[in-house]
């Protein structure tokens, strides 16, 4: 089964020319065929092509569902891009498989990175939630810097936690999480948070955690505590 997206669902029963070319080009459907669409907010629709076009594929729906989310929480990953953008397009890709709700780029104060495009960031979020068959299409922030972020947390009602490689003590993630409270998890750059900023954070509420023996790259470590969060809510 394919899924497909198509955000303005309600008011517009046409794939955009991106989907279009997939359903009819690649996929072959012609005429009649049902295909399976979501508008990333939780509905999945069932439709029927009533013109196949390869540029503007038309669709009649036959009926609606609004599903349940994967999980009784929202988990938010906020993340210091690396200096090799693939490996943060390959650790968001496996965090959205996983269950990942919100991601937000850190600009912290080791970032190798200073500027980022969403634009590429979002058509692989788009895919892996289309592959993962997620009726909910994960939020995608633009690059924030630490200090901002870390005051727009201050009145959420969430679990914040932060990962770094200081050897203070530390809590391991798996232990803290509360099962149906939201979730929220700092991953630094490859240069780690500064001092200051763990000190920041920690005076800000967040709970410094470990992520294991190992240390861990910066991508694995945003799959890793992805992964820790949905494993301890299932």
Known sequence: MYLFYCPDIETKQ???????????????YSVGDEILITDGKGTTYNARITNPHPKH???????????????????HIAIAPTKNIERLEWAIEKCVEIGVDEITPLLCRFSERKQLRTDRLEKIILSAAKQSLTPYLPVLHELTPYDDFIREQADKDQQ??????????KRVLKNEIEQGRDVLVLIGPEGDFSEQEVADALAAGFIPVSLG???????????????????VNE
């Open 57 to 75: 594929c038309d669709f009649e729906i036959i009926r609606s569902e609004k599903q349940q989310p994967h999980h009784a929480f929202h988990l």
């Open 213 to 231: 023996n190992s240390r861990l790259r910066t991508e694995t470590a945003g799959v890793v505590a992805c992964h820790t969060a949905v494993l």
């Open 160 to 169: 914040c936690f932060i990962a770094h490689c200081y050897k203070e003590d």
């Open 14 to 28: 046409t794939l955009s020319e991106e989907e279009s070319g997939h359903c009819v080009r690649v996929l072959r």
